[in-house]
């Protein structure tokens, strides 16, 4: 088994640690990547208002979740947790008892590698792990690193691969942090590490949560959930502009809603609760056990009291689960959006999606009435939310014709 080592202090995670990351797994043939951030890194004092262990610890795993390799990208937490400061020697001696038969590699960049004769024990490190270094250009990296290479190689027996990342826009950690001070940055973050930056105040960076831009409101909704739900909710807010567009309702709300319609998917049960007590949302009994029907309310909430979405938006994602009667355009749209957006896939979608275009109020009825089907296949409860949205359609004349 080969087991890639990526420690530092991530501070913060940028594309440039991701593009690092994936080149170690492919090249190397890695069947595990740990990442792991280190509490006080030995060769530096962290600088000023670097965020906590915590928090750094948080935007890795964002990182290793948009990574998209679970069975392969573990983030661990041992150097935090650990007493002191963070030797690269204790973390290797710990990893080669738990992993006796596994081959380690301990992966690092430019500086890194250029100062490893300098570390603390780096004979144990280079006993105990392989060395692949990162660089940028592939012609610099093989003649930059060609001299400290043959001298480890020497000195400790050491095994080296050096790799160039080629393509990769250049950004240190130090300039990085300034950006963000600035209000700038974002280009070289993963949405969701910028979101959670943003929504946390992290490195300065005083964002308006109120008043954000698309790609800010994007990256802080993107932060909250994970990164498998990303595509859901980048369709669901281009169809919601598509309907609002079709059906003449105010565009810049209907995109909003969908880029934080789910904001609040991944909360537990607990959280999502607490959430309702803060905010004064009134749940029935049903809505009490079923975590899936309280995301559109705490989502609601989330829109409007964090960023500062109107009562539009506001009731548009409170609804988008259960639908209700007498919905406004605006309501319906979030609701088929979420329904019909391009990652979908069930029987009858292709129905479901003509209708939307074609007959809203219709589409809407489809929509409730597949939604009650499936619950009753299913031996579920349906909301009776629910059901009162087919008998207001119903009851003002809607009814689904053939076409
Ligand atoms: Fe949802
Ligand atoms: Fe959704």
């Known amino acids: ?165 080629e393509g990769l826009v250049e950004v240190s950690s130090t300039q990085l942090r300034e950006a963000l001070a600035r209000g700038e940055g974002g280009e070289y973050l993963l949405p969701a590490v910028y979101g959670h930056i943003l929504m946390h105040g992290l490195y300065g960076a005083h964002a308006d949560l109120k008043h954000l831009d698309l790609p800010e409101l994007r990256a802080c909704s993107y932060s909250m959930v994970r990164q498998k739900r990303v595509p859901h909710i980048r369709g669901t807010e281009e169809e919601a502009v598509r309907l609002a567009k079709r059906w003449e309702a105010d565009e810049t709300m209907a995109r909003r809603a969908g880029i934080l319609h789910d904001c609040t998917k991944y909360l537990e049960l607990e959280d999502q609760l607490a959430l309702c007590r803060q905010y004064g949302v009134e749940l029935d009994e049903l809505e009490q056990k079923a975590v899936k029907l309280l995301h559109s309310k705490t989502g609601a909430c989330i829109a409007r009291a964090v960023f500062g979405e109107p009562d539009e938006v506001y009731s548009a994602i409170f609804w988008h689960t259960t639908a209700k009667e007498d919905m406004t355009t605006l309501e319906k749209i979030l609701y088929l959006a979420d329904y019909i957006e391009p990652n979908r896939d069930f029987d009858g979608v292709e129905r479901l999606r003509e209708l939307a275009y074609r007959d809203l109020d219709q589409a809407l009825l489809l929509g409730v009435e597949t939604t009650i089907q499936e619950m009753e296949e299913r031996k579920l409860p349906i909301h009776r939310k629910t059901l009162m949205a087919r008998d207001w359609l119903l009851s003002h004349g809607v009814r689904l014709t053939e076409g």
């Open 1 to 165: 088994m080969k087991i890639g080592i990526y420690g530092g202090t991530f501070n913060p995670p940028h594309l440039g640690h991701m593009a690092a990351a994936r080149t170690a797994v492919e090249k190397l043939g890695l069947d595990k990547l740990l990442l792991i951030p280190a509490a006080i890194p030995p060769h530096k004092e962290l600088p000023q208002g670097t965020p906590p262990g915590a928090e750094r610890l948080a935007m890795v795993e964002k990182m290793a979740d948009a990574m998209g390799l679970p069975q392969v990208v573990e983030v661990s937490s041992m150097e935090l947790e650990r007493e002191g400061k963070s030797y690269t020697s204790d973390t290797l001696a710990v990893l080669h008892d738990r992993y006796p038969e596994a081959e380690l590699w301990l992966l690092m960049g430019t500086d890194m590698f250029l100062s490893l004769h300098q570390w603390h024990e780096p004979e144990k490190i280079l006993k105990l792990a392989s060395v692949c270094a990162f660089g940028r250009a592939a012609e610099d990296t093989a003649a930059q690193f060609a001299p400290q290479r043959e001298y480890l190689e020497r000195t400790y027996g050491a095994k080296v691969e050096v790799m160039a990342l």
